[in-house]
């Protein structure tokens, strides 16, 4: 098995890809949109994200209209939204699961039920982070491809903000952190197959001397 430092730092990288996944979920920078007009002073960025769009003036103005409508969105963003919150969901089920399993707590029982805590918690972590790279994807392809499309004008083209790029980073440090976990598991119980305790058979004193007592029966 893995050692405690190692597991450690893959919890610390799933903590991070945790707080990652939620910040990027709720966000409104999923794309933007900078106008800087005639001049610096009329300026608007405008930021669209999966429940909110945001409008920020050079002013310092700065406005919200949340997105009370599931079906006028997109196919994309509708999905977003569902892998995006069964992403954060998984990981936090991963955390609470590998902090039983870890070898560095005193939770979880013996050592064979702390390694099965780890797997299942390596197997949440790998699928919340597959889950957050997904969405992230598929709403950066959407992205490019207006960005690409001539029919569409300039003021209504995006470029990838900073959730997009949260959402890949957060899904990358949690399918890491999987990956460990459930590696480290993996190898405790090849470990244990390969190299089976040996076990030394010694007469016990008993024995020896119920066997010199017979043998003085027989002289």
């Known amino acids: 098995m893995a050692s405690a430092s190692l597991q450690f730092f893959a919890f610390i990288l799933a903590l991070f890809g945790v707080f990652g996944d939620i910040a990027a979920t709720l966000l409104p920078n999923w794309k933007v949109n900078a ?7 009329t300026a608007i960025t405008q ?30 963003i509708q999905a977003a939204r569902t ?39 390596g197997i949440c972590f790998i699928l919340a982070g597959i ?16 960005f690409l499309d001539q029919t569409i004008p ?7 903000g900073g959730a997009v790029y949260t959402g890949f980073i957060s899904a990358g440090f949690l399918l890491i952190a999987g990956v460990i976990f459930c ?16 076990q030394h058979h010694f007469p016990s004193a008993e024995q020896e001397s119920n066997a010199g007592y017979n043998l003085k029966d027989y002289v």
């Open 131 to 146: 889950s957050g790279l997904v969405p992230t994807s598929w709403y950066t392809r959407e992205i490019i491809s207006n």
């Open 154 to 160: 300039e003021s209504s083209k995006h470029e990838p």
């Open 83 to 121: 892998t995006m919150v069964l992403s954060c969901i998984l990981s936090a089920f991963g955390i609470c699961i590998t902090t039983v399993g870890m070898k560095c707590t005193k939770l979880g029982g013996d050592s064979d039920s702390k390694s099965h805590a780890c797997f299942a918690g």
């Open 183 to 198: 590696t480290s598991c993996f190898n405790k119980q090849q470990g244990g197959w390969i190299y089976p305790p040996k």
């Open 47 to 76: 930021m669209q994200g999966l429940w909110m769009d945001c409008t920020w003036y050079s002013t310092g103005m700065f406005s919200c209209t949340l997105k009370y409508s599931i079906l006028s969105l997109p196919v994309y």
């Open 35 to 41: 106008d800087v007009g005639s001049n610096i002073i």
